[in-house]
């Protein structure tokens, strides 16, 4: 269903609970899957968003296909789960998009460790056929600069294995490394001891203790808020959101207070609030944090402010390729983003190139779920704005509407009748 979304009538003042972190939620099922005497998958902890629950699903219900849908985290991690599990014949597949989303990395590395895996397509893609077997460990070279997820799947099965594991980075390291800090994090909590030193990991092959789950607020959903405080300069308090998190997006708490935004923590959460001052433009390295990357470029073109965004060249593989996304629908509001032939692949650019608005966008969400949310928020500067697909939010974050009308926001059916307070408008 397609939604129209209306700003607050009144100054912004809301507090919001987010879902917990997927990222850390999808690990924890994974180490709990192969721990030693759990017997059911943990529930406490864990959020409820449709990745989450697909992989539960594949989890706990073992079968000769198993089909991940658009949950690319889970065709990563369970590639390499399936790979380990001796006597496992499984055919792993995935959507469309999926199939164009690129495994070969993981299943190169996996094989370097006597993994016996297919492509039953296209080469480097999915499907794949895998025959489950003892992987033997040892030393092993991977190029994860197109996703760290490669890593953290092979790290996470390193414990059933015949040897420690070593792996060296090749390609000039991991894409998005703060989340190979994460899983390393999660697995010493867990009684294995990973080691990180420069482009080598060590990961030893000890058994999983059982011990409790490491719940976070999501920093991922939480840049929609901070979006949304800077588009408004209003006031939003986000319930259980750490500094001290476990995910690489917390960063992007120093990018927005550049674009107006206060933080302020509390034992409660985070206060967010308006500043007096914005910087002239944003230049930064989103390669630890490229979830950001549409929120980020969202604010900072609705507010006027020039940015050039690095490290983003991952984004391409994505639920879609979200650079092509932002450039397509941002020229919608009248921004003109910098092409790939003039920036490269890894960089996102704005220098203030703007184009006439001839129509009220309605915004393609590309079967991506933070595109829409890095959308929903314009509606602040252009009310009416129309975000296709919006159910597309369930795979991470299924109560955002909920919360944007909670907040004051108008979230209905775009076909539905415009509010009095907005007729008479371009929205008519």
């Given at each position: 269903m397609s939604v129209r979304i209306f700003p607050p009538e009144e100054m912004l003042e809301t507090s919001v609970s987010l879902p917990l972190s997927k990222s850390i939620s999808t690990r924890a099922l994974i180490m709990a899957y192969l721990t030693p005497g759990v017997s059911v998958l943990p529930t406490e902890g864990i959020s409820q968003c449709t990745d989450t629950a697909i992989l539960r699903h594949c989890l706990e219900n073992p079968s000769a296909t198993v089909n991940v849908g658009a949950a690319g985290t889970s065709m990563r991690f369970l590639t390499a789960l399936y790979a380990s599990m001796p006597g496992r014949e499984i055919t792993l597949d995935g959507s469309e998009r999926m199939r164009r989303r690129p495994v070969g990395p993981l299943v190169d590395a996996l094989r370097q460790l006597g993994?016996?895996?297919?492509?039953?397509?296209?080469?480097?893609?999915?499907?794949?056929?895998?025959?489950?077997?003892?992987l033997s460990g040892g030393r092993v070279e991977m190029d994860a600069s197109a996703s760290s997820q490669y890593v953290s799947g092979l790290m996470m099965v390193a414990p059933m294995m015949e040897q420690p594991l070593e792996i060296h980075l090749t390609g000039g390291g991991a894409a998005s490394s703060p989340y190979?800090?994460?899983?390393?994090?999660?697995?010493?909590?867990?009684?294995?001891?990973?080691?990180?030193?420069?482009?080598?990991?060590?990961?030893?092959?000890?058994?999983?203790?059982?011990?409790?789950?490491?719940?976070?607020?999501?920093?991922?959903?939480?840049?929609?808020?901070?979006?949304?405080?800077?588009?408004?300069?209003?006031?939003?308090?986000?319930?259980?959101?750490?500094?001290?998190?476990l995910q690489g997006d917390r960063g992007v708490e120093k990018i927005f207070n550049r674009l107006g935004v206060q933080t302020e923590y509390t034992a409660e959460g985070a206060e967010l609030s308006a500043l007096p001052d914005v910087y002239a433009r944003i230049d930064g390295d989103m390669s630890d944090m490229p979830d950001a990357v549409p929120s980020i470029a969202v604010t900072a073109a609705m507010l006027g402010i020039p940015f050039r965004l690095s490290g983003v060249e991952g984004l391409k593989i994505k639920e879609c390729d979200r650079l092509a996304a932002l450039r397509n629908e941002l020229l919608k509001f009248g921004i003109i983003l910098e092409s790939e032939a003039e920036s490269g692949a890894g960089v996102l650019a704005w220098e203030g190139a703007r184009a006439p608005i001839r129509a009220l966008p309605v915004v393609n969400t590309y079967d991506d779920h933070r595109i829409a949310m890095a959308f929903a928020p314009a509606a602040v500067f252009v009310p009416g704005v129309v975000i296709e697909n919006s159910g597309v939010v369930d795979k991470s974050y299924p109560g955002f509407w909920d919360a944007l009308r909670e907040a004051g926001f108008i979230v209905q059916p775009a076909d539905a009748p415009i509010p009095e307070a907005y007729r008479n408008t371009e929205a008519e």
């Open positions: 993994a016996r895996i297919d492509y039953l397509e296209e080469e480097g893609f999915a499907p794949l056929r895998i025959s489950g077997r003892r190979i800090r994460m899983t390393a994090e999660m697995m010493c909590r867990r009684g294995v001891e990973a080691e990180l030193e420069g482009y080598d990991i060590r990961v030893p092959n000890t058994p999983y203790l059982r011990t409790a789950q490491d719940a976070e607020s999501d920093w991922s959903a939480a840049t929609f808020w901070y979006e949304i405080a800077a588009l408004t300069a209003g006031w939003v308090t986000i319930a259980g959101l750490r500094a001290d998190a």
